[in-house]
């Protein structure tokens, strides 16, 4: 009987997520990606495969911890590169940092707010300009893995990353994504040497986080050979120095059925075009030295030729290139702290008051214990993101690249803040470098999507993947008959979990992956990923196609979902470490415990307002925010405002 009444209980529950899966497609955000193929074993190879086991079946790591899945293999052993690989990375490393040690002056870049041309033509005589491009069109043809460690020493000058990364992350990669054969030839050796530099150009006045609403047009020539792009882009890196843009304009398309729709398409368009004009470098905060600017097309002809993909497919395009590069955010970032940690740590280790060294300070021993963890997780998560990308196939890590970018880029204000704070009145003079930092890091969670709409996309993407697996269920459990094992399965485990008996996931030793000494943590680890996958399943019987509209729920989502990963890394990472007795990896299991514990704590709150929604706050915050921005400022009264 009490089965009977809960199937039926279930079965409402999830006739309410179905009305949202049919009525509705929850991701609104209009992005588009491919799913990625699972793979059979591989193994190291001398030229640096991935070492990856055989993958389960599913669509990513990240999509699947919404319904409460696990998927060991995509993160159990933390990725390997081959000691000849490793080695020969370091190798490649030496001459770089020399450089950036002796030739850089960053404090000149940050004053005149220009790269000279002996350090730019530097780094292009290191082949920085090539990294990710093919050694047949003269690249370095760096993997994901090796790309994101020397991103650890480009990152040493905030402006270089940005020129850098400007030029290959996003301004070229488009060529590799989906330049044909002609187009890769053409470009991408001047691209790699550096004799070409590339920009990327898609924000508008008018379009800032919603690329879909650009105006920049291209029209077709009468005799259909080329277009004509006419329209201005704005705060483009690189685009006063640029010869070759990556551009996103409408195009007049006719859909199948004859009507004639707007849709957006990418261009290679060489600067060499005409039309093109670059305005003033825009004058920043932080990242002073990268050039920033508008760039504005006044009937620039684009031949044919150049088209990049196919015509109307640039929106998709563009999305698939900024979510390539997003993750080496969290190598530069953490590569950054591993540098400021010497000087931060010398400080307090000398640094005297009331007689007692600074490292004797409860206070700063917690801002230092921080700063290190923090630094763990993004490069955890960085080079275990990385080494997903590198497997063989075709895989979608959009969503795990999104939260290293959110993780990182808020982890880097933290240590840079309290760096300066550790540092005092010494920390915000102009003659320490900590200043600079401050202003350089201020950019990175507003650029490369901002933290707010990334949020919105991790929680979308992995709940619009759990609604569909939902739906399966649903149809299953309408069918006892047909499916006696699965339904009695799914409300079993549904009652056990209300009872507080939780199922079991492949997170520990016995499982092949975390290591025993971590066995508390993964217990930790596991419950979390269980709870999300509740709590998703309730939110989307809740509010069905509104859940798009609920941000802050969204947000949290976000958070938790984001806290697993940063969870999962380290404890994949830790367990490389002691398994592998590498140094100080008594030490890293300190580090992974306590992330743990504070993503632990901080999952917690977030599932506990997600579970009372009616009482977490969120509607007197709206209150407020819609109070004051009707009054169109404070709408409380000055403190001494009497009654007269």
């Keep these: 009987m009490y089965y009977r009444m809960l199937g039926r209980t279930l079965l409402a ?53 919404c319904l409460g899945k696990f998927n060991k293999s995509d993160v159990f052993p933390y990725p390997e590169i081959s000691f000849e690989d490793f080695n020969d990375l370091n190798q490649m490393c030496e001459p770089i940092e020399k450089y950036f040690d002796e030739k850089v002056d960053s404090k000149q870049i940050d004053i005149d707010a220009k790269i000279d041309q002996a350090t730019l033509q530097g780094l292009k005589d290191l082949g920085l300009f090539g990294q990710q491009i093919p050694e047949e069109y003269g690249g370095l043809n760096l993997n994901n893995t090796k790309y994101a460690r020397i991103a650890e020493i480009t990152a040493r000058d905030a402006s270089i990353g940005v020129t850098l990364a400007a030029h290959q992350s996003i301004g070229l990669k488009g060529i ?7 187009q890769k030839q053409k470009y991408l050796p001047k691209l ?17 986080s919603d690329a879909a609403s650009i105006q920049t047009r291209a029209t077709l020539s ?30 007049e398309v006719t859909d199948e059925t004859g009507e004639k729709k707007d849709k957006i398409t990418g261009f290679i368009v060489e600067r060499a075009f005409g039309g093109i004009t670059s305005g003033k470098p825009e004058d920043k905060l932080g990242i002073r030295g990268s050039n920033t600017c508008e760039v504005h097309f006044d009937n620039t002809p684009i031949p044919m030729e150049n088209v990049l993909g196919e015509v109307g497919s640039g929106f998709k395009l563009a999305m698939n290139i900024l979510n390539s590069g997003r993750f080496s955010m969290g190598s530069s970032v953490a590569g950054g702290i591993r540098r400021m940690m010497g000087p931060v740590t010398e400080h307090v280790n000398t640094r005297k008051q009331f007689d007692t060294k600074l490292k004797d300070f409860e206070l700063i021993q917690e801002k230092i214990a921080n700063m290190a963890i923090t630094a763990y997780a993004m490069e955890s998560m960085a080079y275990l993101t990385a080494g997903m990308l590198d497997r063989p196939g075709e895989n979608d890590c959009s969503v795990e690249a999104a939260m290293v970018k959110v993780f990182s880029s808020e982890g880097s204000w933290y240590a840079v803040t309290e760096s300066i704070q550790i540092f005092g009145g010494m920390g915000y003079m102009k003659d320490y470098e900590y200043e600079r930092q401050l202003r350089d890091s201020r950019i990175l969670p507003i650029f490369e999507g901002t933290n707010e709409i990334l949020r919105m996309y991790i929680a979308l993407t992995t709940m619009q993947h759990a609604a569909k697996e939902l739906q399966q269920t649903l149809k299953k459990l309408r069918s006892p008959l047909s499916n006696p094992g699965f339904v009695y399965k799914a409300l079993l485990t549904r009652a056990l979990y209300k009872a ?16 025993p000494a971590l066995k508390e943590e993964a217990g930790l680890l596991a419950s979390n990923i269980t709870a999300i996958g509740f709590a998703v399943e309730s939110i989307l019987a809740k509010y069905k196609k509104d859940i798009v509209k609920e941000q802050l729920i969204l947000k949290r989502v976000a958070n938790i979902l984001i806290d697993i990963y940063a969870m999962t890394a380290v404890l994949s990472r830790a367990t490389r470490a002691i398994a592998w007795g590498l140094p100080n990896n ?8 306590a992330f743990c514990i504070q993503a632990n704590q901080r999952i917690k709150t977030n599932i506990l307002e997600l579970a009372d929604g009616d009482n977490n706050g969120d509607n007197n915050l709206k209150k407020i925010a819609t109070d004051v ?9 000055h403190a001494l405002t009497k009654e007269f």
Excluded: M, Y
Excluded at 586 to 593: F, G
């Design 222 to 251: 009468p005799d259909g050979k080329h277009f004509l792009l006419n329209g201005g882009k704005i705060w483009i890196s690189n685009g006063g120095i640029a010869d070759i843009f990556t551009v996103f304009a409408r195009t």
């Design 13 to 65: 529950r999830n006739s309410r997520c179905h009305v949202l899966l049919k009525n509705t497609n929850i991701v609104k955000c209009r992005s588009l990606f491919t799913s990625p193929q699972r793979l059979e074993d591989s193994v190291v190879s001398k030229k640096g495969t991935i070492s990856s086991p055989k993958r389960s079946a599913g669509t990513g790591f990240a999509k699947n911890i």
């Design 192 to 208: 790699a040497t550096g004799e070409w530099i590339a920009a990327f150009a898609l924000t508008e006045p008018s379009s800032g």
């Design 176 to 182: 590799l994504i989906a330049g044909n054969e002609a």
């Design 586 to 593: 008594d030490h890293e299991t300190d580090l992974a415990q």
């Design 500 to 515: 507080g008996v939780k199922p079991k996931l492949p997170v520990f030793h016995e499982n092949d992956a975390t290591h």
């Design 629 to 637: 921005c009707s009054n169109r400022g404070l709408k409380a009264v």
